[in-house]
């Protein structure tokens, strides 16, 4: 017998009203493929993610290469030798495939310059032909799949966990990937394989473990003998008749659905019918344009061409129109376009129908309910209440709860993107019956599937894509897997899309000039220039107003109150890259100008000035500690937890010092402005430090992960990123900055002021989202936040100069932050925008068809 590589034993995991687990093994051999096969809900992510280490059991053992797991550390478990492939990927979007394959190497082991080199090499070595310098975002759910499994591999792993790993891959996708398991297994590796796709399963594995209910049914070998009819009677635990409904014999000639010409940046000249309780399907490999095709249909993807339902015209540019039209669409994509995760049961079900429960304006709850329990009925969907989140069932029930939705809100014609990916045999067979019966009278459906078997399956026609464009028709007894995977690997006579006109000269320019700036904003230097202009604009403006305003004093002024509001807004830069926020900064500045009036007194030896400072300092550490602790590990809200340290450290900075009083040693407060000729030495310091923090932030590991951390926190826990230790970091050195901006502020007021700080937490917010921080995480820059909070300084002292309002200051600041947030964020709707008004002028004008 082969060495076993991975060893579960009695392992439980319960969650709030639900067991998941019940005392589960399973184990893994060298150079075995092990199947786990169980409906959704069975119990199977829960134990890929124990064995990963991503989830803690509540007992039991995990064994990796005779290791024991010891902690809930994926980084341990990847250093025993187990990686996982995730269903829901583990892959942050935001940044490239380099840098997302770099974090998944073990730490030192590649050089940070040298990352796309090694990331080429890597994907050359797995056979997978993607540009490392793309962002993950904009790649096919396909080809993030395999950068996936690529990240993976990085660590030649001894036991590989594989969920659901062809979900999103087409016929060439799946054979790739069955190339690479055999490659795998024969040099030794143990493969543990959860997929719903049943012939895989028959292919690869060696072994099949039945989970049901947590509970282990028994591991079975496969043989020759064993069918898919087997292994989906083992897994629902009872005997089964056809996967698939009965077609009807005859089909309707009325036309619910037309589309004439319809044309688009990967698709071109799509034409079809779909009648009355009619199915029709689109096949091809990935990336041929049939996804684009079906998402454009609903507005979803920019396109020209005829849309027509039940004789109505739609206009392909608004999704609103469709949805008016009866056309409905349900995404691949289910958790970000299908269902709202965070909703119940019931209100997913009925969103799109609240009208019909409303008398005079009221909601009625009963009658609401009344229609949730019917629907919840008709379409078997199983949950233990209907205000459960629908983010808790299995993907099974969601998809029937989003069925339930589009056919009883009226629609006409359902568009289904992977009808059935992440889906169970059991539950795959109710939704085909469902969308059967609900389009038998007047309505038609149009299905994208990868699985060739499906479409034969449940399609009573289908239409062959290849390059964009329709290939081929296939009806009555051609609809069979066999035909439908050579009409699409075999065909000859497909064309390039066609050119289409351009737009006017103008047009074209303004839209380039659009998607320049909306690529440019995503990368950190443009907000500089955005800022650089802003503010070359505002001193030439000055400058030719007031003759004060280039003096030497001015100036130096001008620079010197820029370091406490700089500093700060550094600070709250550093918790705005995890996604936090931190609106205590303000009165943590008042207190340390407080605690200096104590510490730093006037006259008080250098011992004691230097023991004081690092004592203020200090103070801002506690409170970095405190905030970062409670908002990780307490799970309270960031605003919550800071406005509440707000109040605390306002309330003992007027303790200490009711009113402003105390003095400020001189020594120390003339140490802090210290300048040559008009300029501050520390604010000079500041830009250094700010230029040495943008190297870290965007040319090292240690940035790389905190990016990762506010962009995408779950992927970059799976990467081995040590989340916990980077987001309480971050508030600890936000607090420091903070305090150490209290210093400067306490050098120029000179005493301890309780209050002094007050207004800096706005500003140190709009400072660095000017600078191109985004509120979401992520992104940012400390030379940006330095230049923002110089603008806003800036911005002051001109008003002041100029003898303008203090109104006009603060309407000035606030319409400047929404300039900024506008231009990183806003343009890319505007690009949008633009490009429907162009296809709709370039939109040919086609007859419609007659009812």
């Not at 892959?91 to 840098?99: D, K, T």
Request: hydrophobic fraction near 50%; proline fraction near 4%.
């Amino acid at each position: 017998m082969s060495e076993l590589v991975l060893r579960i034993e009695d392992v439980s995991k319960t969650y709030p009203g639900v067991l998941a687990l019940d005392r589960f093994s399973i184990d893994c051999r060298a150079g075995e493929v092990h199947a786990i096969l169980g409906e959704n809900g069975s119990g199977k992510t829960t134990l890929m993610k124990i064995a990963s280490g991503t989830i803690a059991p509540d007992g039991g053992v995990v064994e990796i290469n005779g290791a024991k797991l010891a902690s809930v550390d994926p980084r341990l478990a990847r250093r025993l030798g187990l990686a996982t492939v995730y269903q829901d990927d583990s892959l942050i979007r935001e940044l490239s495939v380099a840098q997302n394959l770099f974090l998944a190497a073990p730490p030192e082991s590649v050089a940070f310059g040298a990352m796309v080199p090694w990331a080429r090499d890597q994907l050359a070595r797995f056979g997978v032909q993607t540009d490392p310098t793309a962002a993950v975002g904009s790649l096919s759910p396909a080809q993030r799949q395999f950068i996936e499994i690529v990240k993976a591999l990085l660590s030649d792993p001894k036991v590989l966990l594989l969920d659901e790993p062809t979900s999103t891959l087409d016929m060439d996708g799946v054979r790739k990937l069955t190339d690479l398991i055999h490659k795998l297994t024969a040099g030794g590796a143990g493969i543990v394989y959860v997929s719903h796709r049943l012939p895989e399963i028959l292919e690869l594995a060696q072994r099949v473990t039945i989970l049901r209910d947590g509970v282990h049914r028994g591991t079975f070998p496969i043989t020759a003998e064993v069918s898919e009819h087997d292994l989906v009677s083992l897994m629902v635990g009872r005997d089964i008749g056809s996967e698939y409904p009965p077609k009807p014999a005859t089909l309707s000639d009325r036309v619910v659905l037309s589309v004439r010409g319809l044309s688009g940046d990967l698709f071109s000249d799509v034409s079809f019918d779909a009648h009355a309780g009619e199915i029709v399907g689109f096949a091809g490999a990935e990336g041929n344009g049939q996804r684009e095709a079906l998402r454009a249909i609903v507005g979803l993807e920019d396109a020209q061409g005829a849309i027509v339902c039940h004789g109505a015209a739609v206009d392909a540019s608004a999704p609103r129109s469709a949805l008016e039209s009866g056309i409905v669409f349900l995404s691949a994509d289910r958790p970000g376009e299908a269902v709202f995760p965070d909703l119940g049961v019931q209100k997913n079900m009925t969103l799109s129908r609240l009208s019909d429960f409303a008398r005079l304006g009221f909601l009625s709850g009963s009658n609401e309910r009344a229609a949730a329990r019917l629907m919840k009925a008709d379409f078997t969907v199983v949950t233990a209440s209907l205000d459960k989140p629908i983010s808790g069932l299995s993907g099974g029930n969601q998809q029937k709860a989003v069925l339930a939705r589009s056919f009883r809100a009226g629609a006409k014609a359902v568009l289904i993107d992977e009808p059935t990916q992440g889906v169970d045999a059991g539950a795959r067979f109710e939704i085909y019956k469902a969308v059967r019966e609900n389009i038998s009278g007047s309505g038609a459906c149009v299905v994208n599937s990868s699985d060739a078997q499906e479409l034969a399956g449940i399609c009573d026609r289908v239409l062959v894509f290849s390059r964009g464009r329709i290939v081929r028709e296939l009806r009555g007894d051609d609809v069979n897997e066999e035909r439908i995977v050579a009409s699409f690997l075999t065909v000859r006579d497909a064309k390039t899309l066609k050119e289409r006109s351009e737009p006017a000269a103008f047009s074209r320019i303004l839209s380039g000039l659009i998607r320049y700036f909306v690529h440019g904003s995503e990368t950190w230097w443009m907000p500089l220039a955005f800022l650089a202009a802003l503010t070359a604009l505002v001193v030439l403006y000055a400058a030719s107003k007031s003759d004060v305003f280039l003096r030497p004093i001015n100036l130096r002024h001008m620079l010197q109150s820029t370091a406490p509001a700089a500093l700060v807004a550094m600070a709250q830069l550093n918790v705005l890259l995890v996604r936090g926020l931190d609106v205590s900064v303000g009165s943590l500045m008042s207190l340390t100008v407080v605690a200096a009036s104590f510490l730093i007194a006037s006259d008080v030896p250098l011992l004691m000035a230097i023991l004081g400072t690092l004592g203020c300092l200090a103070i801002g550490a506690v409170v970095g500690l405190a905030n970062g602790s409670l908002v990780r590990y307490a799970k309270i809200n960031a605003v919550i937890t800071t406005i509440a340290m707000l109040s605390v450290l306002q309330g003992v900075a007027l303790i200490g010092r009711p009113i402003p009083d105390g003095a400020i040693d001189s020594g120390f407060s003339e140490l802090l402005k210290r300048h040559v000729g008009f300029a501050p030495v520390w604010t000079a310091a500041l830009i250094v430090l700010a230029i040495l923090g943008d190297l870290w932030l965007h040319r090292s590991r240690a940035g790389l992960e905190v990016k990762a951390t506010g962009f995408r926190e779950e992927a970059a826990r799976r990467n081995g990123v040590a989340v916990g230790f980077v987001q309480v970091r971050a508030y600890v050195a936000a607090s420091v900055m903070a305090a150490a901006a209290g210093l400067f502020l306490g050098a120029e007021v000179g005493v301890g002021h309780p209050t002094v700080g007050e207004n800096f937490p706005l500003m140190s917010i709009a400072a660095a989202v000017l600078g191109g921080a985004a509120l979401g995480g992520g992104r940012g820059s400390y030379t940006g936040a330095f230049f923002g909070a110089f603008f806003f300084t800036l911005m002051i002292n001109v008003i002041s100069i100029l003898g303008l309002s203090a109104a006009v200051g603060v309407i000035a600041s606030g319409a400047m932050t929404l300039m900024a947030i506008f231009f990183y964020s806003g343009l890319a709707e505007v690009d949008r925008l633009l490009r429907r008004l162009f296809a709709q002028r370039r939109q040919p004008v086609v007859s419609t068809p007659a009812e």
